[in-house]
């Protein structure tokens, strides 16, 4: 049986990120209250621990971005591929990064490091911006609602490393 958040919590604690939240089995959402959104909080360590001994511990992990790391959630079946190249043609490509992502489709969430207190907004059809404020990325080893397929992380152009 697969145990998401009490298999990735820890991982995710030792390589320094902060908002680690559990989420329902096979479920994006909802986060416990208070942890995400613009007035949320990362849980302390205390917390997170209590979670992957609990009941959560069984369900999806879903991430809140340091407020340093932008995520551009690229959704492909929403048109997400088309508005990409339209504003690569303008701006220039985007640099290569690590991907989370449970689909083959090029759907994904890319991670990005920037400006601690730039604002944002969402660029077109099939494209969200994930930030400190703003949504949260469900992320490996989490199981994707609809199709079960686990979630990855993956460098590009699609080589998986987690």
Known sequence: MSL??????SA???AGWKGI???PPRRKSPPPDGFT???GVDPATEQVEKWIAGEEG???LGLRLPPDVVGIDVDVRGGGLETRARLEERWGALPPTIVSTSRT???G???YRVPSRATWHDPGAGIQIVHHGWRYAVVAPSIHPDTGRPYGWWDQPGERWL
């Not at 998401?4 to 919590?9: E, Q, T």
Request: net charge negative; glycine share 16%.
């Open 21 to 23: 939240v559990p989420l």
């Open 37 to 39: 959104g613009r007035l």
């Open 58 to 60: 069984e369900g999806n």
């Open 109 to 111: 969430i890319l991670l």
């Open 4 to 9: 998401p958040y009490r298999d990735g919590a």
């Open 105 to 107: 489709d090029g759907s």
């Open 12 to 14: 995710y604690l030792e």
